[in-house]
């Protein structure tokens, strides 16, 4: 199950800090010389850097003695309330003669937002998450992506290996997003992905299993192929997808729509296989046909849609001598209903479970009345039984008594 929680305490402490320093953060870490970062809609006070307190300053904006609107110079500090983008610029402070003191690049933007983030596993093996900024803040973004297993209470001791804590690598040639390899399929993760910028930072915290945000990639290589003198027939295959490892533990299974292409509902049938016979395509028309994957086991979702492949059914009327060679063989004629198809053919294999299901059913019922009806009769033998046993027990009763009566003297009878 996947379940979202966010970091905001951490954002909320965060801007209340910015607040007090008048939402001002030097560089540095952020890699240009010089800037410092304030935050729109807040009051921004700059410092004249090597100006001596009391002296006389004169601050100019880009080189002019223009200031934004509402800037006002108290003790020196140059103060812009509630700045605006437009207040951004090189800032510099110069001494009564017009001497440069000190110049520092304001640039303005936002808190981060706490990012939206969504996570999956094209495979059982790796699983890469991917974000988008909640906020447009203007600002140098940096993001650090983390992950750490979760265990059940009962699994304390493995809570020190080392492969349960990680980054989720960065992915440079797809900007937000990241992979974590060698997952564990059955394993609980807790993903982090933190959002930074000079003025703060805001996290989303991510819970799910990998079986959970399983979906694969769609199978590929979908063909069509008319089925040689059978018009409604038409022969589909496709591969595994190429992302996909090769093993016979994690299969997948399909599902296939088709439809002819004038026609707006698809009809759909499921398989195991990478192949599958359609046997209700209508003759002479163009088809078009998608296929789906899944994990053979239902975790996660259905892949997207395979691109679209057309097919049409032969027209079967006109048999060249050599398909009349392979309609012998095969006992297939044009007239044929899909029903008489052989059994080996896919589709037939699909109603034979069902029989075999509705066979076992009936047999399971009439068995059942079977045993009702030897265990009705048992009982009522039983009943027989335990009555005439009571009712000699009784005759037995009643003759002893009798013959203590008779051993009595007279005088006591009566
Ligand atoms: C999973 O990631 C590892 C390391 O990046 C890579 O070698 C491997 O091929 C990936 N597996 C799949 C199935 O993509
Ligand atoms: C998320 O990751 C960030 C950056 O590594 C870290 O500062 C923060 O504490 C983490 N939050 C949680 C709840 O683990
Ligand atoms: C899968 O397809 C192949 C070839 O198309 C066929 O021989 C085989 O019987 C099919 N298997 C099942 C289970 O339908």
């Known amino acids: 199950m996947l379940s979202l929680v966010s970091c905001i ?23 240009e010389e010089g800037v410092m970062y304030g935050q729109l809609g807040k009051d921004v006070t700059l410092q004249c850097a090597g100006g001596s307190p009391g002296s006389v300053l004169e601050w100019r904006r880009n080189g002019a ?19 605006e983008l437009s207040s951004e610029g090189i800032y510099s402070c110069h001494d009564a003669r017009g001497l440069l003191l000190s110049s520092v690049t304001l640039r303005l933007g936002r808190l981060p937002g706490v990012p939206s983030v969504s996570c999956r596993a094209s495979n059982y093996e790796n699983f890469s998450c991917f974000w988008t900024p909640s906020t447009d803040t203007f600002l140098p973004t940096r993001y650090i992506t983390t992950y750490r297993k979760k265990f059940r209470p009962g699994d304390e001791r493995r809570r020190s290996q080392s492969s349960d804590e990680g980054l989720c690598l960065l992915d440079p040639a797809h900007p937000h997003s990241c992979t974590v390899s060698k997952a ?8 982090n992905v933190t959002e930074m910028n000079p003025l703060g930072s805001s996290c989303r915290l991510l819970d799910f299993t990998v079986q959970a945000i399983l979906k694969p990639d769609p199978p590929e290589g979908l063909r069509v192929e008319p089925v040689p003198s059978a018009p409604r027939r038409l022969r589909v295959s496709w591969e595994y997808p190429s992302t996909w490892p090769n093993e016979p533990h994690f299969q997948l299974k399909f599902r296939l729509q088709y439809r002819p292409v004038m026609h707006s509902s698809w009809s759909m049938v499921e398989t195991a296989n990478v192949s599958e016979l359609i046997t209700d395509a209508f003759m002479g028309l ?30 079967g009327q006109t048999m060249a001598p050599s398909e009349v060679a392979t309609a012998a063989i095969e006992p297939e004629s044009p007239a044929e209903e899909p029903s008489l198809a052989p059994n080996n ?35 009522l033998m039983w009943i027989r039984m335990k009555k005439h046993s009571k009712e000699a027990t009784k005759n037995h009763d009643l003759l002893s008594a009798t013959i203590h009566m008779k051993a009595l003297p007279k005088a006591q009878i009566l």
């Open 9 to 31: 305490g951490r954002v909320v402490v965060l801007s209340a800090a910015v607040l007090v320093t008048t939402s001002i953060t030097m560089s540095g870490e952020w890699g």
């Open 65 to 83: 003695p223009v200031l934004p609107e509402d800037a006002a110079v108290q003790q020196g500090q140059l103060l812009l309330p509630r700045a």
């Open 286 to 315: 163009e088809h078009v046909v998608q296929v789906s994957a899944r994990d053979f086991l239902d975790a996660g979702s259905w892949s997207e849609w395979s691109h679209e492949a057309w097919g049409m059914p032969t027209l």
């Open 345 to 379: 053919e896919p589709v037939a294999g699909h109603s034979d479970p069902l029989e075999k299901v509705a066979v076992l059913v009936s047999l399971g019922v009439f068995a059942f009345f079977v045993l009702a009806v030897i265990l009705v009769f048992a009982f």
């Open 184 to 191: 564990q399929f059955w394993s609980s993760y807790r993903m």
